[in-house]
């Protein structure tokens, strides 16, 4: 038992040691510069007001010119010799350059200086009183604010480690929050074992089956990223095998433009799957930036008139001027260029962009009178390299990224992206809703804190 309080004990006293040295060595000089300060300005002052009245009468003075100096300076004045004085020769040289001075050293306190004209008599004003050399009631308060500060710190995190050691297993739970876990934040969870530990069990089967299935995704992913590769990796193989010394110039231009275009097909895949990876596991920081929606949708439009130009596109907005949006404005172009392109391929004649402000959120509806997407298969659609018949196909264009990288930009902005059918145009409608603001990184780890506080 005595182990056990010695060293909290020694933790106590070589913190009082270390308030005592911070309060003398750091406190203490600093009040003093104050103090100083204070009371060689005020002694100045007195002096410079004394200077300037015997100046006046031309360095003549009486006894009543020194008392009447005396009641109004509130101090005491006296008559010395210079050559008496117990002053250093540089400080009597700069007394007699400078017709006054404040004298800090002096042997009952600080004390102020005035020369006269004959160069031998002086007028000393003081002593005056010097209270930065004393320990005030301020001083211990301040000390006594110290120490409470360090021995308060010391014994808190005496009693958390103490806590820590005593109930690991409380502690650990108490910094993980369950749903449904009847957890107090003044109780420790494990005090009811028969609420908690099937909460726990259940819990732990539940990230080990999303771990489980993070694993097949991740699976089907490399699986279709190779068969991806296939296509112009063998359209490469083909080319190079025709490409020999027997070939002609014409045959010869058209296999290297073929190789071209499968390199070129290689890299925009390669540079499609790294996005949308980055995107699936948050590794993409946004650059939040404020921006007009409805501006920037014209400018989609505009890009994706060049590819299908005969196409129409219709932008309607609520409220007419477009909302202003805080997010990613790189991200946000990029997921409305994927969805208006597409619906711009699998269109007949019109695409549709509807964008509406409800309170702190907006909706972004792009649909096409295309043939639509069946009820079974729409949510399959977001899932990578998914193409559902011979009409959405590579000869369509893309890689089968687009809607899934769309997604990903969206999710990561704390907004949702579904599938249904168009009523107006009677193809397909995505509707996109997200928050009109979204977080910073600070706010956002606020927020989070926030959301944990109120699950427990």
């Not at 934040?185 to 028969?194: F, H, I, N, S």
């Amino acid at each position: 038992m005595i182990k056990k309080l010695l060293a909290p004990l020694l933790i106590i006293v070589v913190a009082n040691i270390l308030g005592g040295t911070f309060i003398y060595y750091v406190y203490f000089p600093w009040v003093y510069d104050i103090g100083e300060k204070e009371v060689r300005d005020n002694i100045t002052s007195d002096a410079r007001e004394l200077n300037f009245r015997l100046s006046i009468l031309d360095y003549n003075h009486s006894p009543q010119t020194i008392a009447r100096a005396e009641y109004e300076l509130e101090t005491k004045i006296t008559t010395e010799k210079l050559s008496d004085l117990t002053l250093d020769q540089n400080i009597k040289d700069e007394l007699k350059q400078n017709r006054y001075l404040v004298y800090m050293q002096g042997k009952d306190g600080p004390i102020g200086l005035v020369i006269l004209n004959d160069n031998e008599s002086v007028l000393v004003l003081g002593p005056y009183d010097a209270p930065y050399f004393y320990v005030s009631v301020t001083d211990w308060v301040v000390y006594s604010f110290v120490l409470l500060l360090l021995n308060g710190s010391i014994l808190y995190g005496l009693h958390y480690l103490n806590q820590r050691n005593l109930r690991p297993a409380s502690f650990a739970l108490d910094k993980v929050q369950f749903d449904g876990l009847a957890l107090d934040r003044k109780e420790y969870a494990v005090q009811d074992l028969a609420t908690n530990i099937p909460k726990l069990v259940e819990h732990i089967n539940d990230l080990r089956k999303e771990h489980q299935q993070s694993l097949y995704n991740q699976r089907d992913l490399m699986h279709a990223v190779a068969h991806e590769f296939r296509g112009p990796m063998a359209r490469l193989s083909f080319a190079l095998d025709l490409f020999n010394d027997k070939a002609s110039d014409n045959r010869r231009e058209k296999l290297t433009d073929d190789m071209h275009d499968a390199l070129d097909e290689l890299d925009a895949l390669v540079r499609e799957v790294l996005g949308y990876s980055r995107l699936k596991h948050g590794q993409h920081p946004l650059q939040l930036s404020e921006f007009n929606i409805k501006e920037l949708t014209q400018d989609v439009c505009e890009k994706v008139k060049t590819i299908h130009n005969n196409k129409q596109f219709v932008i309607y907005s609520q409220p007419n001027q477009g909302s202003t949006l805080y997010a990613d404005k790189n991200l946000i172009e990029r997921a409305l260029i994927n969805l208006v392109r597409n619906a711009a391929r699998f269109s007949i004649s019109t695409v549709q962009i509807n964008l509406t402000e409800y309170n702190d959120t907006l909706d972004i509806q792009v649909e096409d009178d295309g043939p639509g997407i069946p009820p079974g298969k729409r949510e399959r659609i977001f899932e990578p390299f998914t193409r559902l018949d011979f009409s959405r196909n590579r000869d369509s264009g893309g890689a089968g990224l687009g809607l899934a990288i769309a997604k990903g930009i969206i999710t990561r902005h704390h907004g949702k992206i579904w599938a249904e059918d168009s009523r107006m145009l009677n193809g397909a409608l995505f509707t996109i809703s997200m928050p009109l603001k979204q977080l910073d990184s600070n706010e956002e780890s606020s927020q989070e804190d926030q959301n944990k506080e109120a699950l427990s």
